[in-house]
């Protein structure tokens, strides 16, 4: 059974930093785009940050670049996001996916084909 897991969401306050991860089973995702989305009530899901299989390359929203670091790390935990200066408007619920088909990280969550749970992520003012 394929599963992701988020983990390290947590509540902490504006300006200060996060570092969520993202465990795998059920099969590796060497090969896959991975990437996070948010979440906040009310709201549609959001397309935060991306990296390829291939290449490596990586995608920021606007809202995050400069202070959001998406990264790989193995086989088992295949993503992690690192989240500096943080702002009450980057509270929502993150969530990790998986797409093995895509050249181009594509922005619309229903092109994603694998999902964790999402893990909270509250900044306070």
């Known amino acids: 059974q394929v599963q992701l897991v988020e983990s390290g969401g947590s509540l902490v306050q504006a300006g200060g930093s996060l570092r969520l991860s993202c465990a795998a089973s059920?099969?590796?995702?060497?090969?896959?785009?991975m990437a996070w989305f948010r979440q906040a009530p009310g709201r549609e899901r959001e397309f935060v940050t991306a990296?390829?299989?291939?290449?490596?390359?990586?995608y920021y929203a606007d809202s995050v670049k400069g202070r959001f670091t998406i990264s790989r790390d193995n086989a088992k935990n295949p993503v992690s996001l690192q989240m500096n200066s943080l702002k009450p408007e980057d509270t929502a619920v993150y969530y990790c996916?998986?797409?093995?088909?895509?050249?181009?990280?594509?922005?619309?969550?229903?092109?994603?084909?694998?999902w964790g749970q999402g893990t909270q992520v509250t900044v306070s003012s």
């Open positions: 990296i390829t299989w291939s290449g490596g390359r990586t």
């Open positions: 996916a998986a797409e093995p088909y895509r050249a181009v990280p594509p922005v619309d969550p229903r092109e994603w084909n694998y």
């Open positions: 059920g099969r590796t995702f060497s090969n896959y785009n």
